[in-house]
């Protein structure tokens, strides 16, 4: 690995390509100072991801050859703790950087994951005058643009076994924070996809078990150092990718926290029991459509809970024998799309439709998928917690509901990009279908919200889910009805806290702001179906004190907090809550519901 003062002083240097340029004059030349230029590969070219481990494959291979050299690159990032200026990279600023742009140092750079990066032709050039092969870490733009310039290069992308496993190693590296990884992570399904762009790669490497991928990456780079070029047919025709949730990095960090990085990429994936597993769907695929000798697969999972396979209505006996369902319709099990003894009148219409509910995991938005499936619909239920939704499912499969109708999806609803996946995963599941109802369940609130000297990242959190999560869902899901030209249902759980301002010391003013925004938004929104002479219809709920888990969360995981505020007088329970909902939904097309407001009978305020 060469230090920047290695470089032979006086290196005359020609203006470089940008990442994205096509002009390969002077790159291989450059490189190979005008005198040799070979025509056996000078570089090994690694992308892939981030935390996929490129480098720490592209460390082991270095240790253990003479052969082989790493061209250190420049960067605008922050130096991680055991970064070295020179030996990880040339830490630079973005005036310096652009400066030396501007200079034509740079063979190639490119922006990623928001700093710049780059390779400059005196880094690349120290370790091929030094006779070895030059070994790049770099991005897709960057491989596209080594690609262009002409240097001759084996160009091996480094692929995860799943999405999974890589939020594992970004989150057990501990070397970024949340929102970094967060933000590697949403890259990384675009960076897979370039996988399928003829030409760009000659190999494809799974780094699954480590030891196994040093092997075969050694293979591979002894062909660059022999002077051999690639073998043909190594990368699939064609890989695709399964739109997925992505893994929830949150969760996954709390965890490596909690116990060392080996064992966090084991305690990630819950199973379901054994009589379940018999109807998981096989692991999303992502095979390249034609059989394609090794390498395998990249094989991306979807995050969906024991996502069953799209069998047959009926087919999937339960496992207990049904009991009394806590909406109070039908006792029995009902087939898909069949009339039910105890559906309220009108509801037919939804039979076989489908309902997305978010906040689904506890309350109000379990008994809603609840009453939802057992009157017939198609239910999504969408929540953070995965070991909820795989309770949720057990507890469907148990009441009779048959799990070819029933989807769980694990997504944090403040996360756009796994918001945009929600309809893409439905129409995966369901391709005659898309969401015909919407119910904008997910809500919370903080105690240490007040206004004079309340938590900031209380707000937040309360902005991020109560209003910008409902208005991404709901974002996704009209463009989604749009899109098939269906519109059906929209249910905004307002609260009564959308009306006036919760009394008591918890200074609750914060979180009323935030769901009369909701309100707000819930007229805005039928408005603007009304103006756009669109068929949606668009209700609100405003319930008091409902018994759930909303005081605990507010109480920040105090589970005495829900019995305190609930013992005073009886409150209402999340299943009449789902009855509003049922009865929003079963009004005749010419009736739309705006709000309903539902207090216990002795509450006050
Ligand atoms: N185009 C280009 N990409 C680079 C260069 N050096 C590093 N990268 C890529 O930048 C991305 C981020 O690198 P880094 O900040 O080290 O994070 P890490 O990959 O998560 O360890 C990775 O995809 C690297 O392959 C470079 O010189 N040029
Ligand atoms: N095959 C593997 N199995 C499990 N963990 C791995 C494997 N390869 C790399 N890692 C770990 O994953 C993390 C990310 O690797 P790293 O080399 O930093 O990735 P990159 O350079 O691609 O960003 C590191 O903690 C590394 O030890």
Not at 208 to 220: F, G, N, P, S, T
Request: glycine fraction near 8%.
């Amino acid at each position: 690995m060469g230090a920047e003062q290695s470089v032979p002083a006086g290196v005359e240097v020609q203006p470089a390509p940008a990442a994205t340029s096509n002009q390969p004059d002077g790159i291989v030349p450059e490189v190979s100072d005008g005198q040799k230029t070979s025509l056996a590969p000078s570089a090994l070219v690694l992308v892939g991801p981030s935390g996929v481990g490129k480098g720490t494959l592209a460390k082991r291979l270095i240790e253990d050859s003479d052969h082989f050299g790493f061209s250190v690159s420049h960067t605008t990032r922050a130096p991680r703790p055991n970064e070295q200026h020179g030996v990880h990279y040339f830490f630079t600023t973005k005036e310096q950087f652009a400066k030396e742009i501007g200079e034509g140092k740079f063979l190639e750079y490119a922006e990623v994951h928001g700093n710049l990066y780059g390779t400059s032709v005196a880094a690349a050039r120290a370790v091929l005058d030094s006779g070895r092969v030059c070994v790049l870490d770099i991005d897709v733009q960057g491989a596209r643009a080594v690609r262009k310039s002409g240097l001759k290069g084996i160009f091996v992308f480094i692929a995860p076994p799943s999405l999974e496993d890589l939020a594992n190693r970004l989150a057990g590296r501990g070397t970024e924070t949340v929102e970094q990884i967060t933000r590697r992570l949403n890259n990384a399904k675009a960076e897979i996809e370039s996988i399928n762009e003829k030409g760009l790669y000659d190999y494809l490497l799974i780094n699954d078990d480590l030891e196994d991928a040093v092997k075969r990456l050694k293979a591979i780079a002894d062909r660059a150092a022999k002077g051999l070029d690639p073998e043909p047919g190594m990368v699939p025709e064609r890989v695709v990718l399964e739109d997925a949730p992505l893994p929830d990095i949150r969760a996954l960090t709390q965890q490596q926290t909690a116990s060392d990085a080996n064992s966090a990429a084991a305690a990630v994936e819950a199973q379901p029991p054994a009589e379940e597993q018999a109807e998981q769907a096989p692991a999303a695929s992502a095979a390249p459509t034609e059989p394609v000798a090794p390498p395998p697969a990249v094989d991306v999972a979807p995050q969906a809970v024991s996502a069953p396979p799209a069998a047959a209505p009926g087919t999937l006996a339960p496992t207990a024998a049904p009991r009394q369902p806590t909406y109070n319709g039908s006792s029995s099990a009902p087939p898909a799309a069949q009339p039910l003894e105890g559906v309220p009148p009108g509801f037919e219409k939804w039979q076989g439709k489908v309902a997305l509910v978010s906040g689904a995991s506890s309350g109000i938005g379990w008994a809603t998928c609840e009453a939802l499936a057992l009157a017939g619909m198609r239910v999504v239920a969408v929540a953070r917690r995965k070991d909820r939704l795989e309770e949720l499912q057990r507890h469907m499969h148990a009441m009779g509901v048959p799990l070819v109708n029933f989807l769980p999806v694990v997504c944090d609803i403040t996360k756009e990009a796994e918001v945009a996946t929600l309809p893409k995963i439905v129409a995966k599941r369901w391709t005659d279908c898309g969401i015909d109802v919407l119910i904008n369940n997910a809500g919370m609130s903080r105690n240490d919200a007040s206004l004079f000297d309340g938590n900031i990242g209380s707000w937040v959190e309360m902005l991020s889910t109560n209003v910008l999560g409902t208005c991404m869902m709901t974002r996704a899901v009209v463009q989604d009805m749009k899109r098939r030209g269906s519109y059906g249902h929209i249910i905004n759980m307002i609260g009564l806290s959308g009306h006036r301002i919760p009394d008591g010391p918890q200074g609750g003013g914060f979180y009323a702001a935030t769901k009369s925004a909701v309100k707000t938004i819930t007229e805005g929104l039928r408005q603007e179906a009304r103006g756009a002479g669109l068929p949606l219809r668009v209700s609100g709920i405003s319930p008091g004190v409902v018994e759930t888990e909303f005081f605990a969360v507010r109480a920040f995981g105090d589970a005495e907090a829900t019995r305190k505020a609930t013992s005073a007088f009886k409150c209402l329970q999340p299943v009449d809550v789902a009855d509003a909902v049922m009865w929003c939904l079963s009004c005749p097309d010419h009736m739309e519901v705006n709000d309903i407001v539902v207090r216990p009978t002795e509450q006050l305020i």
